[in-house]
């Protein structure tokens, strides 16, 4: 999605944006552009890379003496790519920067057209920074001319706005949509996430909805409507810039796959207390959670997935029945909901929309409910009722990797809770899994990692393919989901997870000659149907690639052309190497195209809108 930066202060304010909006490119964009205050107002925009919008302002060497400015990533949702497209939209008085999605934009533009006003982009932002003109042209008031606009904008927006008249000032405010401001010894900064000003200071203000930040070089404050001067709470993340940057890794995906064992362990130790799961959390640390009658897990894309993850261990270890959700599906679907309850929103950056929708769907209707959120203090977490951080560290990559790992973990610690307290498990068994989950699962994981080689050669074989197939049975199923969501995101090679036993009723058609099918078999139960289910592709020609635990490698034959062995671990927690595996997978393949593995087209880290 869309980026946002703004810096007023003593600095030259070119660098500070361009270093932001790069920090902020993992979001996706298409176009970028940038305001800066230099005898009036000077905007800049070009569709593309960020590294056209340098060039252009090479051209333009005067800018680098001013010292406040807004900047801007876009990722098209109303009208294409294009220089005219980009923000920041404006006119003579003031331009302005906007995520999210004004809703009645055409209403607005009609209402101002009649007053006048003319039209260059065909984006709905555009109508927001004219409506703002409008208001500022009567009034005079900054101030006074945003709230008003506010007042007639319907949607959600992150606004970042510079007047010509106030040429230190910026000014701020958001509505379902992220938006940070922070000061630093020489300014004060705005941003839509928190890596973008990492590199300046790690506190930060999250401003409540439609609170008007007002920056200036010695301060930031904060408005309500009615004029009102208001604090807010400051933030902070233990984040740092190195966490933020590659390190060494080729690719922010891999560097990110890279630091699964460190997120798991750190995210299992941190919700453990005497060995067994502990979440400081009254609702889940007693006897209440036993009362829940169901389990709704709602999110969206990886997190979904993980979601599956988790209803196979809670149903399997607890047998509470659980409902994994689609969030677009959850919230206009009209699920029926008891308050008995509990809904789990699961999401790394705790901003996408349809998640937050299905968060207070469900809340209104008097739930329960739970986020299991990475990004600390994001909407998802402050407005559900509890919320449990997981502790992966900020991920750039748009492919989420380690965040899906830590849902995973959480997820298994609640379902050993649950168990704990329904009585389904005893205190000695989920004392074992916690400890093997905090220990022999990231060891597991950093066993994989020390293979990627083998990984990297099974990619090489299916690189040239043009579709796939994942196969699995059981949890194998729900993980293949996410190995082939994996694999189509960033390889562009279209894929399809499949329950093993279902391929015959009608896909198996598509399998022919060549096509990789992946076999995931780490459920003993199920291993020998698993096998049926590969000769079934195996005699149609398909490129076995096997994925499987040591045990059901050495019971066995398997018609596999590559064959991983996965690490030796419980079977109970084997999903957790098997989904590095896979990650890696995709990584491979996707390197190996040559493709841009962080940045995958049309893709965006965090969907703020519907
Ligand atoms: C895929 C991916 C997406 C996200 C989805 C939800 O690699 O990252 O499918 O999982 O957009 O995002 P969050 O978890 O931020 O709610």
Not at 38 to 58: H, I, P
């Amino acid at each position: 999605m869309c980026g946002i930066i703004g810096y007023t202060g003593t600095r030259s304010v070119l660098p500070i944006l361009l270093e932001g909006l790069s920090t902020l490119e993992y979001r996706g964009y298409d176009s970028a552009g940038v305001a800066v205050h230099q005898n009036g107002l000077q905007t800049v925009k070009s569709k593309g890379r960020l590294a056209l919008l340098e060039e252009k302002l090479q051209a333009r060497a005067h800018l680098e003496a001013a010292t406040c400015g807004i900047g801007h990533t876009r990722w098209a949702t109303h009208g294409e790519p294009s220089d005219q497209n980009s923000h920041p939209h404006g006119t003579d008085r003031l331009a302005l920067v906007h995520n999210g999605i004004i809703e009645n934009y055409l209403e607005i533009a009609a209402f101002l057209v009649e007053q006048g006003y003319t039209f260059s982009s065909q984006t709905d932002t555009e109508s927001a920074a004219k409506l703002l003109d409008y208001h500022y042209a009567k009034s005079g008031d900054p101030q006074e001319a945003i709230f008003k606009t506010l007042a007639m904008l319907r949607g959600s927006y992150a606004l970042g706005i510079c007047f010509a008249d106030y040429p230190e000032r910026i000014y701020a405010v958001r509505k379902d949509n992220p938006l940070i401001v922070a000061k630093t010894p020489t300014g004060a900064l705005i941003a839509s996430d928190v890596p973008a000003v990492l590199a300046h200071t790690n506190t930060y203000w999250r401003p409540e909805e439609g609170v008007l930040a007002v920056l200036e070089k010695d301060a930031v404050r904060f408005f309500k409507s009615s004029g009102e001067e208001v604090s807010q709470k400051q933030e902070c993340v233990d984040w740092n810039v190195a966490q933020a940057q590659k390190g060494g890794f080729p690719h922010f995906m891999l560097k990110e796959i890279h630091e699964e064992p460190t997120a798991i362990s750190q995210t299992a130790s941190a919700y453990m207390k005497d060995g067994l799961p502990h979440f400081n959390l009254e609702l889940l640390d007693t006897d209440r959670l036993k009362e829940f009658r169901a389990i709704h897990i709602v999110a969206c894309g990886t997190a979904m997935h993980a979601g599956l993850i988790g209803k196979s261990v809670i149903e399997q270890l607890c047998r509470v029945p659980v409902s994994v959700e689609i969030a677009s599906e959850f919230r206009y679907r009209d699920p029926i909901l008891h308050e008995q309850d509990l809904v789990i929103l699961l999401s790394q950056s705790g901003e996408t929309a349809d998640t937050l929708a299905a968060l207070r769907h469900a809340k209104a209707n008097g739930v329960h409910t739970l986020a299991i959120v990475n990004v600390i203090g994001s909407t998802v977490a402050r407005e559900a009722d509890s919320v449990l951080y997981t502790l992966a560290g900020p991920e750039i990559a748009v492919a989420s990797t380690k965040a899906y790992s830590v849902q995973c973990t959480l997820l298994y610690l609640l379902a050993l809770r649950l168990g704990l307290v329904n009585g389904k498990l005893s205190a000695q068994t989920v004392r074992e899994i916690c400890e093997k989950l905090r220990v022999q699962v990231p060891a597991a994981v950093e066993e994989v990692l020390k293979s990627c080689d083998k990984v990297r050669a099974a990619a090489e074989k299916v690189v040239d393919a043009e579709h796939m197939f994942y196969i699995g049975r059981g949890v194998d199923c729900a993980l293949c989901t996410e190995a082939s969501l994996k694999l189509k995101e960033i390889s562009y090679i279209h894929s399809e997870a499949y329950a093993a036993g279902e391929l015959k009723h009608g896909t198996i058609s598509l399998v022919v000659d060549g096509t990789p099918v992946v076999a995931l078999s780490t459920v003993s139960s199920v291993a020998e149907k698993m096998l049926s289910g590969i000769r079934e592709v195996a005699s149609r020609g398909a490129k076995i690639l096997c994925v499987t635990t040591k045990q059901i490698s050495e019971q066995y034959d398997l018609p596999a052309d590559i064959h991983l062995v996965l690490p030796e671990i419980d079977e109970l927690l084997a999903p957790f190497p098997a989904i590095c595996v896979m990650q890696l997978l995709a990584y491979y393949v996707s390197a190996l195209k040559g493709l841009d593995v962080d940045k995958p087209r049309n893709l965006a880290k965090s969907v703020t809108v519907e």
